[in-house]
């Protein structure tokens, strides 16, 4: 269900599971988390995420029935799969064909890079599902800000791709026969800059909201000499 390898300093992450639109299950959550934490041991400074199909995934699978699993452990694999994305130690890309649904516009957002063709479609559309996103809400107004994020999460409605760019849901969107090349060109190219230095970026990214005591500024000078005299690990 997740196609899995590291080659040279670029790790990939595959969901291949198209004849059910890439929709998680509760194995293949627990599968896409076991990717990420290889990747993120892999060394590999650049991550990119994409899917086979004419779908990115349709989210998460919303009619399967688990007998020994509560249904917050279940959900509980959402926060960890987020998580997980979020702390890769580099710099990670998403590539989005087709829809990108639920849980799916959710890993665009995480991504560090998200990419989309000009066919993509994002939206949190767990309300047409009878449910409440409410971890979606934690985090979708840092990147749209509070009124568009309630009015995506009230309608649950579709989000085309240049409306998708438009909102900071996507970086960029490419026609979708050039989806995979322009994941391959920005792979080719962050792959040539200086991994420590791409690792320092993310770093000093995930640590400047816990910053609030000095000059984030200042800090970030400290971090950035302390690493050049330690020879740019």
């Given at each position: ?85 979020k ?7 998403a ?18 890079i ?120």
């Open positions: 269900m997740i196609r899995y390898e590291t080659t040279s300093s670029v790790a990939r992450i595959t969901l291949d599971t198209p004849e059910t639109g890439n929709r998680f299950t509760y194995q293949l959550m627990l599968d896409f988390i076991a990717a990420l934490t290889s990747a993120a041991n892999s060394g590999a400074a650049v991550l990119l995420l994409d899917a086979t199909g004419s779908d990115f995934t349709l989210g998460r699978d919303q009619s399967e029935k688990l007998e020994n699993v509560s249904r917050k452990d279940s959900l509980k694999l959402i926060l960890q799969a987020n998580s997980r994305l702390a890769f130690p580099g710099v990670s890309v590539l989005i064909q087709g829809r990108a649904m639920g849980f799916g516009s959710g890993l665009a957002l995480h991504a560090d998200s990419v989309g063709s000009y066919d993509a479609v994002l939206g949190f559309n767990e309300i047409k599902h009878g449910l409440a996103p409410l971890v979606v809400l934690t985090y979708l107004s840092d990147y749209v800000g509070p009124k568009v994020a309630k009015e995506l999460i009230y309608t649950g409605r579709d989000v085309p791709a240049d409306e998708a760019v438009r909102l900071g849901l996507l970086n960029t969107a490419v026609p979708a026969g050039e989806l995979k090349a322009e994941g391959e060109r920005l792979v080719g190219e962050l792959g040539q800059f200086h991994a420590g230095a791409i690792r320092l970026i993310h770093e000093f990214t995930e640590d400047l909201p816990n910053i609030t005591t000095e000059d984030p500024a200042v800090v970030g000078i400290d971090r950035l000499v302390a690493w050049i005299e330690a020879g740019k690990p």
